[in-house]
C-alpha cells in the first residue's frame, strides 16, 4: 500500500512545496512510483516538474468538487516514476463548494485516491500555508506528515499551531496519522538563528527530527523557476544531494 505524506505548515515560504517536489523526485530516482499530489491553488509544485497551470483544463479542484476521474486528471511528468495531480487557481475557491456538496467534506481527498486504480509506492502531498479545509483533507487521507522547519524567526510558533492541528485530525478522523518526521531547512551554519533553531528543534523533536537537514542552496530556487526537479537540474548540488539523503531517511521509514 502506498505512504501518503503530507507536507505541511502553515507558515508561509518555510519550504513546503521545494519540498515536495525535490521529495519526489528523489523517491522516483531511487525507483518508487511517485504521485505528487499539489493541494495549493499558487499551484506551484505542478510548475516545479514541468506543468504549465495555465494549460490544464482539470485539476484537482474538479476530483474535489465535482467527482472527476482522478485517473484522468493524473498526468506524467518528464521524469520516470513521477505522476502529478495538477492544482490551480481554481483551488482557491472550492471551499463553499466542497461543504455544499457533502456533509463530509474533510474526506474528499480521500475518498478519490481510494479510486485510484494505478498502484503507487509514495504520495507526496503539497499543502497550502493554511489550516483550512484543503489542508484537513490533505491530513485526513495522509498516513504521516513531514513538517519542515525553516530556521527562522517563530519557526517554533509554527511547529506548536501544527502539532495541534495535528492531534484534533488524530482524535476526530485519521487516528493513524503519524509524525513522518520534523526537516530543518534553508539550514544556514554561519547564522546563529540557525543553529538555534536547530538546537531547539532537535532538543525537543530528538527521535522525529531527520538527520538531513537542507541548506540554503540557490539551485533549488533555481531548478523551481525552470519547471526541473533539482534532483535532474543540478544532480550535484547541496540541495539535490540533501534531498536524496532526506528520501534515503524516508525509505528507511518503510520497515516501520
Ligand atoms: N533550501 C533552500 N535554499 C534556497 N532557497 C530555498 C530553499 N528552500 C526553499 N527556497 C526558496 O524559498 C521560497 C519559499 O520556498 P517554498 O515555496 O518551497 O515554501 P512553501 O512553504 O511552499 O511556501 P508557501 O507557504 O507559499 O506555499 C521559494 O522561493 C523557494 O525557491
Ligand atoms: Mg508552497
Redesign the pocket.
Known amino acids: 500500500m502506498a505512504r501518503i505524506i503530507a ?1 505541511a ?13 525535490s521529495l519526489s523526485s528523489s523517491l522516483a530516482h531511487f525507483n518508487r512510483r511517485v504521485l505528487l499530489i499539489d493541494m ?1 491553488p ?1 499551484g ?2 505542478s510548475r516545479g516538474v514541468g506543468t504549465d497551470i495555465t494549460l490544464i483544463a482539470k485539476s484537482v479542484y474538479d476530483v474535489l468538487t465535482k467527482d472527476a476521474d482522478i485517473n484522468k486528471i493524473i498526468r506524467r511528468t518528464a521524469m520516470k516514476n513521477l505522476d502529478l495531480l495538477p492544482a490551480n487557481l481554481k483551488l482557491a475557491s472550492t471551499e463553499s463548494e466542497m461543504i455544499n456538496r457533502t456533509n463530509q467534506p474533510f474526506f474528499l481527498l480521500k475518498n478519490s485516491l481510494s479510486n485510484l486504480k494505478k498502484e503507487y509506492d509514495y504520495m507526496i502531498i ?4 493554511s489550516l483550512g479545509l484543503l489542508n484537513i483533507n490533505a491530513l485526513v487521507a495522509s498516513s504521516s506528515v513531514l513538517i ?1 522547519v ?1 530556521c527562522e524567526y517563530f519557526a517554533m510558533e509554527a511547529v506548536a499551531q501544527i502539532l495541534a492541528s495535528i492531534s484534533k485530525i488524530q482524535s476526530s478522523y485519521n487516528p493513524d496519522l503519524g509524525i513522518e518526521g520534523f526537516l530543518l ?3 544556514d551554519p554561519r547564522t546563529r538563528l540557525g543553529t538555534e533553531i536547530t538546537t531547539q528543534v532537535r532538543g525537543l523533536f530528538k527521535e522525529n527530527t531527520f538527520l538531513t537537514q ?9 531548478a ?2 525552470r519547471g526541473i526537479p533539482v534532483t535532474l537540474y543540478r544532480p550535484t548540488s547541496s ?1 539535490s544531494l ?1 534531498y536524496l539523503s532526506l528520501a534515503k531517511e524516508v525509505m528507511d521509514h518503510e520497515e516501520r
Open positions: 507536507i505548515n502553515q507558515k508561509g515560504g518555510v519550504g513546503k512545496t521545494t519540498t515536495a517536489i495549493d499558487q506551484n509544485s503539497d499543502c497550502p500555508p519542515p525553516q531547512t534553508m539550514y537542507i541548506p540554503r542552496n540557490i539551485s533549488l530556487p533555481e523551481s523557476a540541495g540533501a
